[in-house]
C-alpha cells in the first residue's frame, strides 16, 4: 500500500471478529492488488464494480471534490464472496471547486481529483487506478453515455436546484449568522 488506509463500518454497528477478518482481509488484499499490479492485471477488478467506480469518479471530477477519495470516500459491499466494493453514494461537497493553488492560477483548474490536494487530504487508490489502462475505458465510455445525454442539460437541472434552495439558503444565513 502506498499509506495506511481508515475504513469505519456502519453496518453492522459492531462487527463479529468474524466479519472484522473477512473485510481487513479483502481491504488488504484490493489495496496490495492496485499497487503491486502490472497495469493489465484485471485481478483488482474482481473486487470493485468498476462502472459504479467511473460513474462515481465522473462526479467528483465535474464537481472538482479534491476529497472525493479521502476521508470522505463512501463504500459499500453487499455480503458473500461473489460481491463487489461498490462506490457511493457521494456526499460531502464542501471542498467542490475550491481553488487548492496559490496563488490562483489557470492550471489549478485543469487537474484531476487526486492531483493538487489540499494539505487535509491524502488520495487513495485512484490515483493509481487512473493508470489502468481498462479503467480509463470504462471511464471514457461512461463520460460519454454522459455527455451525450445529459451534460448539456445539466446548467439548467443546476439553475432550477438553486431556485429550488433559495429560501432555505437565506434561513440557513440567517441561523448561522444569529449564533
Known amino acids: 500500500s502506498k499509506q495506511n488506509l481508515w475504513f469505519t463500518s456502519l453496518s453492522p454497528e459492531k462487527m463479529s471478529t468474524e466479519q472484522k477478518l473477512y473485510i481487513t482481509d479483502f481491504l ?3 489495496d ?3 499497487y503491486n499490479s502490472p497495469l493489465e492485471s484485471p485481478e483488482w477488478e474482481k473486487y470493485i464494480d468498476v462502472d459504479e467506480l467511473a460513474k462515481f469518479l465522473i462526479v467528483h471530477e465535474i464537481l472538482d471534490n479534491k476529497e472525493s477519495f479521502s476521508g470522505s470516500c ?3 459491499k453487499e455480503r458473500g464472496d461473489s460481491t463487489k466494493l461498490k462506490f457511493g453514494p457521494v456526499w460531502d461537497f464542501g471542498s467542490c471547486f475550491i481553488n487548492v493553488k496559490f496563488p490562483i492560477t489557470d492550471s489549478c483548474y485543469n487537474s484531476f481529483v ?3 490536494l489540499p494539505h487535509y487530504c491524502s488520495s487513495h487508490w485512484i490515483e493509481r487506478l487512473y493508470q489502468y489502462p481498462y ?3 470504462v471511464v471514457k465510455r ?3 453515455q454522459f455527455y451525450k445525454s445529459n451534460y448539456e442539460s ?9 431556485l429550488s434552495i433559495v429560501d ?3 434561513e440557513s444565513r440567517k441561523y448561522l449568522r444569529s449564533r
Open 168 to 170: 432555505a439558503g437565506n
Open 135 to 137: 479503467f480509463l475505458q
Open 74 to 76: 463512501w463504500m459499500y
Open 32 to 34: 496490495s492488488l492496485i
Open 114 to 116: 487526486y492531483q493538487d
Open 28 to 30: 488488504n488484499n484490493l
Open 142 to 144: 461512461h463520460w460519454k
Open 154 to 162: 445539466i446548467f439548467d437541472y443546476m439553475d432550477k436546484f438553486v
